[in-house]
């Protein structure tokens, strides 16, 4: 489910496609897994990249901003990302690729590349729930996610700024989950996420996301800018995405295990 806007690898595009009636005139009718279904169901380019500028900053004030480029590719029957930091000199040549798969039987694959060790780790299921380097974004964050694998309740509509959207809370059914229950706001123009709480396992809220700079580039809705928010810590990552495009050639071999440990992601 693409709850946290389909990151793929933080990338966060929907389109007009299934927007052939006013969402109005269904307000009624929708139900909350309705609502999650369109905004996971909408598509979102044959290929997908952008560069990004990710900001992390602590409760004393302090930042660390580092660079970060994304490619992202469907494959039918699997969307592979792979993303990479190209700065600061201390993260630069980390690399992630993610395979996230159609089949809702089949657990998203993904590996991390730190140059430093010159080696790639899988990560297993039990580390999904882990930051992604330092950042208030967790490996689980990224991945697609199975829409049967929650239950949803339509719990109202609100706007968040002037955009009138759904709140829908989803729950997981996997309570071993880092955030088993989070509320998401879809706009009720364009199902793009506004916003969304993300609670522990405790039911406390955790983190919050915030989703800005929304608008359609090549005819795919896109956001420009995320902050997700840890409540508890105090700490936030800010990611403003820059040179986003869609639809262009991309190799197949970048998506590799291979290409990670060489270098090749640009």
Aim: charged share 25%; proline share 3%.
């Amino acid at each position: 489910m693409k709850t946290l806007n389909g990151l793929k690898g933080f990338s966060a595009a929907l389109a007009l496609a299934a927007l052939c009636a006013s969402p109005a005139l269904f307000a009624q009718e929708l139900t909350g897994y309705d609502i999650a279904k369109k905004a996971d169901e909408l598509p979102d380019g044959k290929t997908s990249s952008y560069t990004a500028t990710m900001t992390l900053l602590n409760k004393k004030g302090a930042t660390r901003v580092r660079q970060v480029i994304m490619r992202s590719k469907d494959f039918g029957d699997t969307d592979k990302t792979v993303l990479a930091f190209t700065q600061p000199k201390d993260v630069a040549g980390v690399s992630y690729l993610m395979f996230d798969y159609d089949d809702a039987n089949k657990d998203t694959d993904s590996w991390l590349y730190m140059p430093a060790m010159k080696k790639v780790r899988r990560i297993s299921g039990s580390s999904k729930g882990d930051d992604f380097m330092g950042t208030d974004f967790t490996y689980e964050d990224m991945e697609g996610t199975d829409l049967e694998k929650y239950s949803y309740n339509l719990l109202g509509e609100e706007n968040v700024g002037s955009e009138p959207c759904w709140k829908v809370e989803c729950i997981a059914k996997d309570k071993d989950k880092k955030n088993p229950r989070r509320i998401a706001w879809f706009s009720k123009n364009s199902y793009v996420t506004y916003k969304a709480e993300l609670y522990d396992r405790q039911d406390k809220l955790q983190r919050t996301l915030t989703c800005s700079n929304i608008r359609q580039i090549d005819g795919y809705w896109t956001t420009g800018k995320m902050v997700m928010e840890n409540v508890q810590t105090g700490h936030s990552t800010t990611l403003e995405m820059t040179n986003i495009s869609y639809d262009q050639p991309l190799a197949d071999n970048l998506f590799t295990v291979a290409a990670l440990e060489k270098g090749n992601i640009k």
